[in-house]
């Protein structure tokens, strides 16, 4: 929920807004999938009363589906973040049937592919500066299912007298993260070759520990 939202419904057809009927799930969706571009376009301190107008609805319809906007944020947040992540992640990052290499490479893809996009990288960056609960939530639900286990697998497979620590976890995501950083929130140019440079960042992390390809 975001910290010290509690933005409140304004009477039915108070902004004028006409709307056409939907069944109740449809309109629901459509609120939410429009407040996913709304906030990643203005950040989460826009108002409800402007998406109604975007959506063409009263501000009270949206409440009707959402209590507040504080409920509407987290409802973006399960759909933008949580609702993103594969349940079967953790498991694959485990098994150790298969090299560390390959399962980082599987999960970086497919990671990546997830969070490099406009929406994902805006949303994440305002809710931070927002100083919204949004960001520390996900974060600490990526670390306790993604890269704590990530860490368990680092320490096992080290052959160097250097100690994984989470530091390290850390600095590998944030610098694949970068990668969409730069094309959504500063605007450069992505990498030509994305999944390179996320290749290249793993083999330097894996080196660091003297892990290797078939480890």
């Known amino acids: 929920?975001?910290?010290?939202?509690?933005?409140?419904?304004?009477?039915?057809?108070?902004?004028?807004?006409?709307?056409?009927?939907?069944?109740?799930?449809?309109?629901?969706?459509?609120?939410?999938?429009?407040?996913?571009?709304?906030?990643?376009?203005?950040?989460?301190e826009g108002k409800t009363r402007d998406l109604a107008r975007r959506l063409g609805v009263t501000q009270s319809l949206i409440f009707n589906y959402f209590a507040t906007k504080d409920d509407?944020?987290?409802?973006?947040?399960?759909?933008?973040?949580?609702?993103?992540?594969?349940?079967?992640?953790?498991?694959?990052?485990?098994?150790?049937?298969?090299?560390?290499?390959?399962?980082?490479?599987?999960f970086y893809s497919e990671y990546s592919a997830l969070?490099?996009?406009?929406?994902?990288?805006?949303?994440?960056?305002f809710s931070g500066l927002a100083g919204a609960s949004l960001n520390r939530r996900y974060l600490k639900h990526l670390g306790d299912v993604i890269l704590s286990p990530l860490l368990a697998e680092t320490e096992v497979l080290a052959r160097t007298d250097k100690s994984p620590k989470m530091e390290d976890v850390w600095n590998l995501h944030g610098g694949i993260v970068y990668i969409g950083i730069r094309?959504?929130?500063?605007?450069?140019?992505?990498?030509?070759?994305?999944?390179?440079?996320?290749a290249r960042a793993i083999d330097k992390y894996?080196?660091?520990?003297?892990?290797g390809t078939d480890d």
Request: avoid cysteine; proline fraction near 8%; charged fraction near 35%.
């Open 115 to 125: 969070i490099f996009e406009r929406e994902w990288m805006r949303i994440f960056m």
């Open 183 to 198: 094309q959504h929130i500063y605007r450069m140019p992505e990498p030509a070759e994305p999944q390179e440079e996320i």
């Open 1 to 44: 929920m975001m910290d010290g939202q509690t933005e409140k419904p304004a009477r039915d057809g108070e902004d004028g807004a006409t709307r056409k009927r939907l069944p109740p799930a449809e309109r629901r969706q459509q609120i939410l999938d429009e407040a996913v571009r709304f906030f990643a376009e203005v950040g989460l």
């Open 72 to 106: 509407l944020i987290d409802a973006v947040y399960e759909k933008v973040y949580i609702g993103r992540l594969s349940p079967d992640w953790p498991e694959r990052l485990t098994d150790r049937s298969v090299p560390l290499r390959k399962r980082l490479l599987a």
């Open 206 to 211: 894996l080196q660091f520990f003297d892990i």
